[in-house]
């Protein structure tokens, strides 16, 4: 199974949305995001304890990560990384910036 069929199959991508701070982001899990800051983990840490990149992948998403900030992981598969940015110009009133690939379709 390639790398975007596991993340697919596994799990479902967050919804997409202009956070508080005006940045497009995944909509974070307030439970998720609670436990990694309550600790005794952090990222580094979790992204070194042998866990499948789908779910790292998908914890990205559940922290609230930024979807431009997404697309710069070496986790993040590029086809995900397509389908969000495409969500997160549906978001935008300006011209989209994923390219000739950013046709509305998901």
Not at 5 to 18: F, G, N, P, S, T
Not at 75 to 103: F, H, I, M, Q, Y
């Given at each position: 199974?390639?790398?975007?069929?596991?993340?697919?199959?596994?799990?479902?991508?967050?919804?997409?949305?202009?956070?508080?701070?005006?940045?497009?982001?995944?909509?974070?899990?307030?439970?998720?995001?609670?436990?990694?800051?309550?600790?005794?983990?952090?990222?580094?840490?979790?992204?070194?304890?042998?866990?499948?990149?789908?779910?790292?992948?998908?914890?990205?998403?559940?922290?609230?990560?930024?979807?431009?900030?997404?697309?710069?992981?070496?986790?993040?598969?590029?086809?995900?990384?397509?389908?969000?940015?495409r969500k997160?110009?549906?978001?935008?009133?300006?011209?989209?910036?994923?390219?000739?690939?950013?046709?509305?379709?998901?």
């Amino acid at each position: 199974m390639d790398w975007y069929a596991e993340v697919k199959k596994h799990h479902k991508m967050q919804e997409i949305v202009v956070a508080d701070d005006g940045v497009i982001r995944f909509r974070q899990n307030a439970i998720v995001n609670f436990l990694l800051e309550a600790g005794p983990f952090d990222l580094n840490q979790i992204s070194m304890m042998g866990f499948s990149r789908a779910d790292y992948t998908q914890l990205m998403q559940l922290i609230g990560y930024s979807v431009s900030g997404y697309g710069e992981l070496s986790t993040s598969p590029s086809k995900l990384v397509r389908r969000a940015d495409r969500k997160a110009c549906e978001l935008t009133d300006g011209p989209c910036w994923c390219g000739d690939d950013c046709d509305g379709q998901s």
